[in-house]
């Protein structure tokens, strides 16, 4: 069992930065793909990055890429979500998500969420 807990959301301007930080618990952080998703208002959830358990590669969606940057901390059992040049449209509220011994980009693969997160970027 792996308890999730999602910080740093809050309000930014376009072009702005953000960091958000994910506190995992348990003494097997090593064996769980960490990803991050988000669910923009009236909208499904959307991958936005991923840090497979194995080695640590890590995976985003096109949207984010070359914006967000994905680390892990395995001796603190953190990931945390970098998020650079925002945009508004990436305001959503941003899940924590992990999953045992797998990898994936879809959010019926990850087993344990966090609370979730808001991230709002005004225009």
């Known amino acids: 069992q792996v308890q999730l807990v999602e910080s740093g959301g809050g309000l930014v301007q376009a072009g702005g930065s953000l960091r958000l930080s994910c506190a995992a618990s348990g003494r097997t952080f090593g064996v769980y793909t960490m990803g991050w998703f988000r669910q923009p208002p009236g909208k499904e959830r959307e991958f936005v990055a991923a840090s497979s358990w194995k080695g640590g590669n890590t995976s985003y969606a096109d949207s984010v890429k070359g914006r967000f940057t994905i680390s892990r901390d395995t001796a603190k059992s953190t990931v945390s979500l970098q998020m650079n040049s925002l945009k508004p449209e990436d305001t959503a509220v941003y899940y924590c998500?992990?999953?045992?011994?797998?990898?994936?980009?879809?959010?019926?693969?990850?087993?344990?969420w966090g609370q979730g997160t808001q991230v709002t970027v005004s225009s």
């Open positions: 998500s992990a999953v045992r011994l797998r990898s994936g980009i879809n959010a019926a693969e990850y087993d344990y």
